[in-house]
């Protein structure tokens, strides 16, 4: 299975990844992971970046592609994916395309879980609260959902066009949006 998990912040990508995976026996990748494994190591990429990422904006995308073609010719990855966090735009999507054209790993579904803007910002909070991250700052939320609507939301309509896209409602309880992913695969199996 190669997937991509498409969303708003907060959607539920990341942590719909974590659950799928063991059930897909396939690795998640997500770029925001990456991104902050970077910033800690401080490695150059990290130090561009952190900047970057702390105020909600979008890191460049030579930098994410770098990092994700490598990551993609790893040895896991040689029965598929869950991708999330990427493509943020339409560039990343044109990218991605040629990548996994030239790595034999062609998509099979793109789902993309729909939550209203409120319930993310309610989310986000609460893992700000948490875990303090700052890019949940509520002020900072709204930033990125409008970043989100002007720049990722096309990326939804690229693969509508191509057929591969389907709409799972993010809202409820984890479990509850599980099953709704898998019932949206079967669909794209059967
Ligand atoms: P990400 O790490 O992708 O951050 P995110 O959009 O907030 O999603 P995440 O997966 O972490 O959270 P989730 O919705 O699961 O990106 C961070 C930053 O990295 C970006 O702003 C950007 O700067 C940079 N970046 C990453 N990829 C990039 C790219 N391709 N190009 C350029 N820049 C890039 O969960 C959010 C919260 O909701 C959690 O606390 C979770 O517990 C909760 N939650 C989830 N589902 C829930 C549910 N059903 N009910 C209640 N709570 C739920």
Redesign the pocket.
């Known amino acids: 299975m190669r997937l991509v998990l498409l ?11 974590e659950r799928l995976k063991t059930e897909l026996s396939v690795p998640h990748i ?7 494994a970077a910033v800690a190591a401080g490695t150059p990429q990290g130090l561009k ?1 952190k900047a ?2 702390d ?7 030579d930098i ?1 592609l770098g990092m ?1 073609e490598e990551r993609l010719t790893q040895p896991d990855v040689k029965n598929g994916f869950i991708l ?6 339409l560039a ?1 999507a044109d990218a991605l395309e040629h990548l996994l054209v030239k790595i034999g790993q062609p998509l099979d579904a793109v789902i993309k ?1 729909k939550v209203p803007s409120e ?2 910002l309610g ?2 909070e ?2 700000f609260k ?2 303090g ?1 700052a ?2 700052n509520p002020e900072t939320v709204r930033d ?1 959902l409008v ?1 989100y609507a002007e720049q990722t939301a096309p990326v939804a309509e690229f693969y509508a066009k191509r057929g591969k896209l389907q709409i799972v409602d ?5 479990e ?2 599980t099953a709704r992913v898998k019932r949206a695969l079967e669909n794209e199996s059967a």
């Open positions: 969303g708003a912040p907060g959607s539920g990508k990341g942590t719909q990844a997500s770029t925001g992971d990456m991104l902050r970046a970057v990422m105020a909600g904006k979008l890191v460049s995308d994410l994700l999330d966090g990427y493509p943020r735009n990343q879980l319930v993310i989310r986000c609460i893992r948490a875990q991250r890019d949940d990125r970043i993010g809202v409820g309880e984890l509850e949006v």
